[in-house]
């Protein structure tokens, strides 16, 4: 089945400590794009990368990090979470030409305390 | 800076009815707009999309129009069924060399009473 996996699903943590996100698709798709998502404020870009390598920001960077080693996986990162960063995460794939269409994972819920 | 505007937050339509959606952008180099539909608790998944170079496009009974000068695109989701309850967020990129920041409007909550 095609898919995007994102784990965990739901996380508690604290402030300052470090956690990483993980985010795997089995479409093969070159594009990845991780997104946060706030009442009031929908769904805001973090961090997107083209293709093996290749990252690059989106609106809502600071405080995040990415790497993209294989095409399948494309984690985030937070190196030390803030209460701010409490929000619904997404990550999304989809090929570069054709259909625009890209494919969401069912989410991260994560509360920093 | 919200390059996106979309309306209403929240929308509630008689089953039967028709519900519209609106959004707005600035930035001229978008070339693509997609809408995505968000079930509670899901991610969002497409539902049409549309490119500038056509004024309408049908889906069943969804349809995207377009309007290029006034930089507005709009849902229309005809004969509005329960099921349709949902978040719906329109989108804009620039898709020329493989696509790269995608934009999302704010959501537009919408719910269908019998």
């Known amino acids: 089945e095609a898919q995007v996996t994102q784990n965990p699903r739901y996380l508690i943590t604290v402030t300052g400590k470090k956690l990483t996100v993980t985010c795997s698709q089995n479409?093969?798709?070159?594009?990845m794009s991780w997104y946060r998502q706030d009442p009031g404020l929908g769904l805001r870009q973090i961090y997107y990368?083209?293709?093996?390598?290749?990252?690059d920001k989106g609106d809502v960077p600071e405080g995040y990090k990415v790497s993209r080693k294989e095409k399948r996986n494309f984690p985030l990162i937070l190196e030390s979470p803030s209460p701010n960063q409490t929000s619904l995460y997404f990550c999304?794939?989809?090929?570069?030409?054709?259909?625009?269409?890209?494919?969401f994972g069912p989410g991260t819920r994560l509360t920093v305390l | 800076q919200q390059q996106v505007k979309q309306s209403p937050q929240s929308l509630i339509v008689q089953k039967g009815g028709i519900s519209i959606i609106n959004c707005a952008y600035e930035?001229?180099?978008?070339?693509?707009f997609p809408w995505y539909q968000q079930f509670p608790g899901k991610g969002p998944a497409l539902l049409i999309a549309?490119?500038?170079?056509?004024s309408e496009k049908k889906e069943g009974r969804f349809t995207i129009s377009f309007n290029k000068s006034a930089k507005q695109f709009s849902l229309h989701i005809m004969d509005s069924q329960p099921g349709d309850s949902a978040t719906y967020f329109c989108?804009?990129?620039?898709?020329?060399?493989?696509?790269?920041?995608?934009?999302f409007g704010i959501g537009t909550k919408l719910q269908v009473i019998p």
């Open positions: 999304a794939s989809s090929l570069l030409t054709g259909v625009n269409e890209q494919f």
């Open positions: 479409m093969n798709h070159e594009y």
């Open positions: 990368s083209m293709n093996v390598e290749v990252t």
């Open positions: 930035n001229t180099a978008f070339d693509y």
């Open positions: 549309i490119r500038p170079d056509v």
């Open positions: 989108a804009a990129l620039a898709s020329s060399g493989g696509y790269q920041k995608v934009t």
